[in-house]
Structure formats: structure tokens, C-alpha cells
């Protein structure tokens, strides 16, 4: 009796599968597939992240600048140093004297543009460019994804507004000036 019962164990034994070769390489080619996409994709949300993070700073520390201003009843300002540094000058150490501090975007983020801006706000907290524009608007990006950008308005009231939309209307000079040619009619 102990026989036929070893003979039935082996037989139930031999009976049942297990995996074999083929499924388990397809699953390994899917795991695979999954991680690599997985993997692309985090890389890219980084880089995302990274020029959130720098500009989110830059924001701050041109709000700061403006309320600085405004606090000293002087002036302060954001210098573009290259397209990657920029420079603060203001009050940090609350003295009432205006020092300069340095600062750099994450690795991998830059200005868009070669123009390098600079935004400097008055005694009210407005901004005083060089142009005379109403807004001065420049984009930080992604080296490694130029359409991952931000754009960053600062506005003559000295706003400033982080956009992930690139501007549809060009920055038009204000001009506040009135025509005095005879095409103007008065009633």
C-alpha cells in the first residue's frame, strides 16, 4: 500500500505545470517595457520640476525685491548675470543699506532668450525699465526640453505673474503721448 501511494504522489507531482521559459521571458520583455517608460517619464517630470523650483524662487525673491523697495522708500532690483545667474540687490540684512546676492537656477534650466533683463522697482514699488514698456515678460526653459518652460511677467506696477503659456500678443511700448496732426478732429 505504500508503494501505490508513492506512485500516486508522483503521479499528482509530474500532473502540475509550473512556469516555463517562454512565460517567464515575456514577463521580464513587459516588466522591462514598463520600467523604461516609468523611467522616461520621471526624467522628464524632473527637469519639469526643476525650472518650477527655479522659477518659483526667482518670483520670490523679485516680490521681496519689491517689497524691499517699497519698505526703504528707495530702490532695488534683479540683474541678469548670465542665462543661467541672476543678482538681488536689496536690503537683506535689514540695515537700510542694499547689498547684492547672487543666485543660479537649477542644473539643466536657463532664459530663453539672449536678452538678459534686468527689473529694478522705485520708491512705490513699480518697476522702472528701460524701454518704457508696460510688462516686461522673459521665459526660463528646460535645456533639455525647450518647449518645458515658464514665462515670468512683471508688470509696470511690479506684479509678477509666473505663466506656463507662451505669450500670444508682443510687448508693446506704452505711449502715452497724443497726436497733434491735422488727421485728429475736434468737435
Not at 520600467?35 to 517619464?41: C, G
Not at 534683479?78 to 537649477?106: K, L
Not at 512683471?154 to 500678443?169: A, M, Q, R, W
Request: with cysteine; net charge positive.
Amino acid at each position: 500500500m505504500e508503494v501505490q501511494n508513492t506512485i500516486r504522489t508522483t503521479r499528482k507531482l509530474s500532473g502540475q505545470r509550473g512556469i516555463g521559459l517562454p512565460e517567464l521571458l515575456i514577463a521580464v520583455a513587459i516588466i522591462t517595457a514598463v520600467a523604461a517608460v516609468a523611467l522616461i517619464n520621471l526624467k522628464s517630470a524632473r527637469a519639469s520640476l526643476r525650472v518650477q523650483n527655479s522659477v518659483r524662487q526667482l518670483a520670490s525673491y523679485m516680490e521681496k525685491a519689491r517689497i524691499d523697495a517699497v519698505r526703504r522708500h528707495s530702490s532695488s532690483s534683479v540683474t541678469f548675470t548670465s542665462p543661467t545667474s541672476y543678482t538681488v540687490r536689496m536690503d537683506f540684512q535689514n540695515t537700510g543699506t542694499p547689498i547684492d546676492r547672487s543666485f543660479t537656477f537649477d542644473s539643466g534650466v536657463q532664459l530663453a532668450s539672449s536678452e538678459l533683463p534686468v527689473v529694478n522697482f522705485n520708491w512705490r514699488g513699480r518697476t522702472v525699465t528701460a524701454g518704457a514698456s508696460c510688462v516686461t515678460t522673459f521665459s526660463v526653459k528646460n535645456n533639455s526640453n525647450p518647449d518645458d518652460g515658464l514665462n515670468v511677467d512683471v508688470s509696470g506696477s511690479g506684479d509678477v505673474t509666473v505663466e506656463n503659456k507662451h505669450p500670444t500678443l508682443p510687448n508693446v511700448p506704452y505711449n502715452n503721448s497724443v497726436s497733434t496732426s491735422s488727421a485728429v478732429r475736434t468737435t
